[in-house]
């Protein structure tokens, strides 16, 4: 059994910046994490991936070059750093662990663990 839980959303205003964690506990070695957001009344945006080994995949251009995405195998944690966030960017981000990350795309149906999620709020 995996668990995952996030940390670090909160409330900013546009142009700042946030640092998500992501932590897993169980039978997780080497796997890749997702993160993705849900903004009200819309679907769930898959964002970005990371391999066990630390290869990215960027899944939405509107994030490449303000966010990315690490992570630290001896903690099992992966963190997203967002930065110039726009009020576009409020929505609740989860965070997924897989055995992989594709090429293809990102769906949140080839995710197993899920996190709760942590809100994001960015104030214009």
């Known amino acids: 059994q995996v668990q995952v839980v996030e940390s670090g959303g909160g409330l900013v205003q546009a142009g700042e910046s946030l640092r998500l964690s992501c932590t897993a506990s169980?039978?997780?070695?080497?796997?890749?994490m997702g993160w993705f957001r849900q903004a009200p009344g819309k679907e769930r945006e898959g964002l970005l991936c990371i391999t066990g080994f630390g290869s990215i995949i960027y899944y939405v251009d509107s994030v490449k070059g303000r966010f990315t995405i690490s992570r630290d195998n001896a903690k099992n944690t992966v963190y997203l750093q967002m930065d110039s966030l726009t009020p576009e960017d409020t929505a609740m981000y989860y965070c997924a662990v897989n055995i992989a990350c594709s090429t293809i795309g990102i769906y949140p149906a080839d995710f197993t663990y899920w996190g709760q999620g942590t809100q994001v709020t960015v104030s214009s």
């Open positions: 169980g039978k997780t070695f080497n796997v890749a």
